[in-house]
């Protein structure tokens, strides 16, 4: 499995939409777990119809899991799944769904988040299969969850190519550096072109895991729950995660012949339906 945390500077470059589009183009069973310790985004954002409808509930996710494991003395995988819900326009990703109000992470505290991070390293499904884990650790500060990042395969930093956005980067990654091994450690550059995903590199000198172009007619979807949240059937943005999944998948597992052609009957299906991402 592959846990993969985004993390951002101030100035809000995309971070939580870049994940929602990761998690909804993902190539296998992924959950997404909101872990912005400033409260979380994804379900009132992509999801806030489904939030409207009774569908999707604020109060299971982290918060309610910190809760039922205080006891707890190390992280339970099996603790996780009550607390994880369904993603109605995505049936392949499951929601961690993250804090509802200013100050509840104190709740959580280190502890808690160290529950957390051993039980989503572990995670599997009901039938037993492991499940990537997609993380968003918000904006860094003092509340930061540093247990997520510490044990994330990759440690994204989100990043627009703009002058405000890479001088708050800058100070954010020389943190990270310290703490985060060099080889894990990664750029996700949002809301950008190609000659400005290039500038973002030389300038901040680091791999580029993730290239999410310009593309506010999907961002609306992944962020504002635009069209009740359903998936555009053509999105450069969604197709560009698409590949960025891919690859990073293709970095944490080996696959087995018959995962091969399951992912090829997929696209098929897919493109049969007349999607093209
Ligand atoms: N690729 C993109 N193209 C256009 N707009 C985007 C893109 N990604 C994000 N946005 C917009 O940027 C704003 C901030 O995004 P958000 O994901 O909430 O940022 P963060 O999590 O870093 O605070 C939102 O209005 C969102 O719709
Ligand atoms: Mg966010």
């Not at 997404?32 to 109060?59: E, K, N």
């Not at 020389?174 to 949002?190: K, N």
Request: net charge positive.
């Amino acid at each position: 499995m592959a846990l993969i945390t985004i993390i951002s500077g101030k100035g809000a470059p995309g971070a939580t939409t870049t994940l929602a589009a990761l998690a909804a183009t993902w190539p296998a069973q992924v959950l997404l777990a909101d872990c912005d310790p400033d409260g979380g985004d994804l379900a009132p954002g992509w999801l806030g119809q489904w939030m409207l409808a009774g569908r999707i509930r604020a109060d299971v996710g982290v918060l309610s899991h910190a809760t039922a494991t205080r006891h707890a003395i190390a992280g339970d995988p099996a603790s996780l799944i009550d607390h994880v819900q369904a993603v109605p326009p995505a049936r392949h990703v499951g929601l961690l769904a993250g804090l509802s109000a200013p100050g509840q992470h104190a709740a959580l505290g280190l502890e808690g988040w160290m529950r957390l991070t051993t039980a989503l390293a572990a995670f599997k499904t009901q039938a037993g299969q492991p499940v990537d884990a997609l993380v968003d650790a918000g904006r860094f500060g003092v509340v930061t969850p540093w247990p997520l990042l510490r044990a994330a395969d990759a440690v994204l930093l989100a990043v627009r190519p703009t002058q405000r956005h890479l001088l708050a980067a800058r100070p954010v990654l020389t943190e990270l550096a310290r703490r985060v091994a060099p080889e894990r450690l990664a750029l996700a550059v949002c809301v950008t072109t190609p000659a400005g995903t290039r500038a973002v590199r030389a300038a901040l000198g680091r791999d580029v895991a993730v290239e999410v172009p310009i593309d506010a007619k999907t961002a609306a979807v992944l962020s504002e729950s635009r069209d009740a949240g359903a998936l555009p059937p053509r999105s450069a943005l969604l197709r560009a995660t698409h590949d960025a999944g891919l690859r990073l998948h293709r970095t944490y597992h080996r696959y087995t012949p018959a995962e091969v052609r399951t992912a090829a009957a997929h696209r098929v299906a897919r493109s049969l339906a007349g999607g093209t991402r």
